[in-house]
């Protein structure tokens, strides 16, 4: 028997009158542990309930984001205007989204990055309403865009406040979980927008997601008031102060190379991935729809990740999780340009999906860490860039697929990830501590 009591076979020693046992050495080493975060409290436990809701919140916000994909004829038919000029909302929500991302993080640093968040989360509620309300094209477009800019601030807050609440041992897995609640927002707000949309129209999809908004606001509000909530400790010197130190982390080492790093995952994966639906629908022939559910396998990668991640991280450490995953890309990638039969893509998209965010979590973890004196800044710097790195490839590629098609972009996304996420890895060793 090895637990829970002595083996019969093995009596305890006889000890002779006069001689009492010498206590053992203590032979018990301390484990060496980075030095705790200035913000982290002393307590250990993960505030789950508070995660949760920033989780519903990342959820709402990222449905909000996509759900004007499918819901753009409708749009188009409903103003008297083509479906290119009804673009027109998508790019309003995406231009305050992209440029906001990177001023609330100095803002969460002075006001309180939970308070932020639960703050635009009831703005967005009010953005979004007046989405269904709208009465022109024009008035629809100026609703999309404040609801942009206040949905910015929630999913980089929210890390930001989770990485001053959670030690960093235990930090990626707990924001793999948090991130489960935005991929399933991307993959229902595609999905989900058009079937609701063709029950109910889709001036109700944007009073359903203001409802959820306010749902959420008030739960974070009411998690704000709970005496045992956790704080992290407010940046001094106010917003403008913020926001000079934000972009003076780009002259510190480490924090540059997480930026740019991010910057090139954005260009390089979504730069080709982008187009994934329209070389599918061209190279196969089916619709607009069976690309679109194909293309939300992604999703399912990402949840098996999400829901993976405690095991892979115990594993394969961040180093191995950068190879690994931008390897799995690769091959992800290349196996979608080279695809002969359709049943082919959605598995390649499932691989895509795992492997994007084996990589994308481990960047978005040390994002959380590269300045924990301004945490949310920092990750607010990260996430724009991680959105400009998208917009750039897509601008960048948009041409080439026009005249050569999808495959030849995919097949150079392939070569270069892999490259990239060993580069990443190498300098993890030489990260500072």
Not at 40 to 66: D, H, K, N, Q, Y
Not at 74 to 87: K, M, P, Q, R, Y
Not at 209 to 228: I, K, M, Q
Request: aromatic letters at 8%; glycine letters at 12%.
């Amino acid at each position: 028997m090895l637990y829970g009591g002595l083996d019969a076979r093995c009596a305890p020693p006889t000890i002779l009158p006069g001689l009492q046992p010498k206590p053992p050495m203590n032979l018990t080493v301390s484990p060496i542990e980075p030095p705790p975060d200035r913000e982290l409290a002393a307590a250990p436990v993960v505030p789950r309930r508070s995660i949760l809701l920033l989780g519903f919140a990342a959820f709402v916000s990222a449905g909000t984001a996509r759900v004007g994909d499918p819901l753009l004829p409708s749009i188009g038919h409903a103003f008297s205007v083509t479906t290119g000029e009804a673009a027109a909302v998508m790019a309003a929500f995406s231009i305050a989204y992209g440029l906001l991302q990177a001023f609330y993080g100095p803002i969460g640093d002075s006001l309180g990055k939970y308070r932020m968040v639960a703050l635009t989360a009831l703005l967005s509620s009010v953005g979004v309403g007046a989405c269904a309300l709208a009465d022109s094209l024009e008035a629809l477009a100026a609703a999309r865009l404040l609801s942009g800019a206040t949905a910015a601030a929630i999913i980089p807050l929210s890390m930001a406040w989770i990485g001053d609440v959670v030690p960093y041992q235990q930090r990626q897995p707990v924001l793999a979980r948090f991130l489960s609640g935005q991929i399933l927002g991307v993959v229902l707000g595609q999905a989900g927008g058009g079937v609701l949309s063709e029950i109910m129209g889709w001036r109700q999809v944007f009073v359903v997601l203001a409802l959820l908004y306010l749902v959420a606001a008030v739960g974070l509000g009411l998690e704000l008031l709970r005496p045992g909530h956790r704080r992290s400790v407010p940046g001094t010197g106010g917003a403008l102060a913020g926001m000079r130190q934000m972009f003076g982390l780009l002259r510190r080492p480490w924090p540059a190379t997480v930026v740019a790093t991010v910057f090139l995952e954005g260009a390089v994966v979504f730069g080709a991935y982008a187009y994934v639906g329209a070389e599918l629908q061209h190279r196969f022939g089916v619709g607009p729809g069976a690309a679109g559910i194909i293309l939300a396998a992604f999703g399912i990668g990402g949840l098996a990740y999400a829901f993976s991640a405690r095991r892979l991280v115990a594993r394969l450490g961040e180093g191995g999780l950068a190879r690994l995953g931008t390897a799995g890309l690769g091959v992800a990638l290349l196996a979608i340009a080279l695809a002969p039969a359709l049943w082919l893509a959605p598995l390649a998209t499932v691989l895509c999906g795992l492997s994007f965010y084996m990589f994308h979590n481990t960047l978005q973890t040390n994002a959380t860490q590269m300045a924990p004196e301004a945490r949310g800044s920092a990750v607010s710097l990260f996430a724009a860039a991680f959105f400009l790195g998208q917009t750039a490839g897509v601008a960048v590629i948009g041409p080439f697929f026009d005249r050569h098609g999808g495959v030849p972009p995919l097949i150079v996304a392939a070569i270069m990830i892999p490259l990239l996420g060993l580069w990443f890895a190498a300098r993890l060793k030489r990260r500072p501590l």
